[in-house]
């Protein structure tokens, strides 16, 4: 999906300023049906932007990603705190095991076909003919081509990139929660003090 949204605001980047409208906030118009682009022209618009190759890398890269991500945050939370030591190694990779199973499941929940689907359907609402024939134009386009041939490149790069700022940032987040649960668990161990019983009023 960022490899789609980059393409389409590399088209918009490749326009002259001269075809550049004033920069205003976005408004969510609904194009009337008249002047909706085809299901044909959507087709060919996809397939100008690999938009099946894009969707099926990402989700490839995905669960294999996540499970690495998982188990390198499990590791430093048990390095940073000791108490939480209590899965073994086998019991890691078991876990593991058992997310990356899980993983390629959702992903299949929702398959490509009707992400495409559904992607036709907003292009339909907010964009014009005239806007995909432009777009169209720019994909066919040496510039197009080559802008979606980095796509990959860029994503390989990038997603490291996503992973590494979360994991930096995610940390002190887990630290705190991490105490905050242990503290909780100690409150919540506390014996209750029992006053003792009073003798009977004479």
Do not use: C
């Amino acid at each position: 999906m960022f490899g789609m949204g980059l393409a389409l605001t590399s088209w918009t980047a490749a326009q002259s300023p001269a075809d550049q409208p004033a920069a205003s906030p976005a408004v969510a118009v609904v194009v009337p049906p008249d002047q909706q682009p085809t299901k044909e022209q959507l087709a060919k618009l996809f397939e100008l932007m690999r938009v099946r190759e894009q969707l099926a890398s990402v989700t490839k890269m995905m669960p294999a990603l996540m499970q690495q991500q998982m188990q390198t945050q499990i590791q430093q939370m048990q390095k940073d705190h000791p108490e939480m030591s209590s899965m073994t190694e086998e019991q890691q990779q078991a876990f593991g095991n058992v997310m990356n199973k899980y993983m390629q499941r959702v992903m299949n929940l929702y398959t490509s076909d009707e992400m495409i689907a559904d992607m036709s359907a907003l292009y339909q609402k907010h964009l014009t003919r005239s806007d995909v024939d432009g777009i169209i134009a720019f994909y066919s386009s040496p510039a197009g081509q080559h802008m979606l041939d980095m796509v990959p490149v860029i994503m390989q790069e990038f997603m490291p990139v996503v992973m590494n700022r979360m994991q930096e940032r995610i940390k002190p987040v887990i630290d705190e929660m991490t105490r905050e649960m242990g503290d909780a668990i100690k409150s919540s161990s506390t014996p209750i003090k029992v006053a003792p019983p009073q003798p009977p009023p004479k």
